[in-house]
DNA sequence: AAGCGAGTCTAAAACGATTTCGATAAATCA
DNA sequence: TGATTTATCGAAATCGTTTTAGACTCGCTT
């Protein structure tokens, strides 16, 4: 099918070794050789193996990437798509190609690492999994060196949005617009998640505010119904909040159905923000208020980090990288309402 | 790193040809040699070498993804992203794994087919792509089982998207509402651009209305910046349209936007559809009236067709394989406003 | 003239699997 | 009993590379 080395030399009149060194730019070769060698496998159009390449020098050049959610989004989650998609440009850009890990559910079924192994990645970036499962938690302790993406883990490089920071300003600008009674609709509990939420208890708590344990709701991620039926709760209540936060952008929208559903009008008589700074969200009315996180740069920053731990394995050393998040001030977010809420 | 088949062979007391040959189902090996080598490999938590096993046998059980837009919004984007989920599932659960295919722009770069060869896929689906582009010919017209989507080639197994059926069940159901002056922002010259715009204006003529050449534009895909430009152009003739088909419904936003600054109303002064049927902004209000594609259905087809292509080579014709579309009536097509446009 | 280093090249052994073919032992047959 | 089949296993070639170790030709030194 291909060409191979074996036709090549033949094409060269040279042995196997030779053309080999030449393409590999060994010292024991003449100029004019490699040159030839060079010339007739462009004409060729010869690529090495990459397989055959990969059993001899035991690499592949091939990046693992352990993504699961529990809505089964894959490439249509908001947030992680475009991670992945910066990851996979950056690992391009280095020579390496991507392989998404899975349990190959059906016949063969194997663990995440002997998926890795099976497929010999030179590394593998984890991403978006539960990290609790016994079979990450192998891979994580494996041999293969690993990336994590916001979830830090014993002695592993980790890219990690700078959820607390992000949190942190969104909470104060909402403040700074005169809001007292802000909810939270959290998503499932999680490291990241925590991190939000302490980080919005403790800037109200600067602020010298309460919370109410009725306006902080453990809903889910990226569930519009769930954020739906948490803001309708949220509505009914008695002394109802001014904002709500809520646990990502998509949930958001469905906070906001809920909050037509009661006859309500964002920004005028509650304001509403989400997380994640989704870009097609961006572009509709009303636009969200909510938190960029800097997908391309986190996706970039876990390819790179990935590459040097196995380019240069002894002189790179274990990190976490954090990325900042921007507030992105949209429409959503309104002064506090004059008259006091119904009852 | 990984346990080898060596090691297996070892572990069991039998030579590597034996242990092969018990992991491969071969007549000539004891039934309890076979469960001795099952059970070792087993608690060994052995696989074969996904590189080793395919130099040897031919496959490697990947298949290459030709995918490239424009906008460059690879995973992001909101009509591709959820056909490659649907065609990465189904190939995972038929034992393949996915390799994007590109140029590696960096310092080795090489043709869409070189990728292809070098990697060893055994088939590539070619999804929105330049068709033109001689690369991609030359992948088209190579060795490989190919299978494209949306776009027909010599030959070739094809997954399209009914777009004419679409097309015309959108027009249909916009001059169902009344409407006779209908606006049709085409995105680039393509297949697909062709098939909707003859199948919107074959439509029109039916109905015994004509199309002004003003109300054809040529914009882009996936463009609401392009999008919005063309509106606003439409929105200034002196007659202007009462609804406007968009390219897609990314682009639709750029329209609603040039619609909004023209301080029109969505439906009443003025409809707006798209194509698609993005999920998310079903979502959002207004909701906008557009054509779902069947994402799902048709990266699914495509697996599905191209592992046929490859492990029944013989008894596998090429083919055309058509997945409907269906209306989505949102809110932002309404009856037709009862003043006459303005001027 | 013999020896020595460069400078070039090739033969051959890997890498981890599959598969052909032959070997051995046991079992069957004449 | 000797021959032949049958069942079970292993040796070795192979896939397309890389890489080590060695071979050969020069020209140069002594």
Redesign the pocket.
Known sequence: M?V???ELSAAC??????V??A??D?P????E?RELVRATAAKLG????AI??G???GRTFNLGVLYSDDSESGFTHNYFAPILEAFKSEAERRGYDITFITHHTDHNSMTYLQHCLYRNVDGVCIVNCHFADPEVTDLLSGPLPVVTIDHMFHNRSCVESENRQGMTQLTQYILSKGHTRIAYICGDENAVTNIRRTSFLRTMQEAGLHVPQQYLIASRYHHPAAAREATAQLLSLPERPTCIIMADDYAALGGLEAIRDAGLRVPQDISVAGYDGVAILQMCRPQLTTVRQDTQRIGQAAARKLVHLIEQPRTTFQEIISIPCSLLPGGTVGPVPDQPSSI
Chains 1, 2 share one sequence.
């Open positions: 291909a191979t080395i074996k009149g040279l042995s196997i070794s030779t080999s060194k393409l590999n060994y024991d070769v003449s100029a050789t010869y690529r090495p193996s055959a390449r059993l001899k020098i």
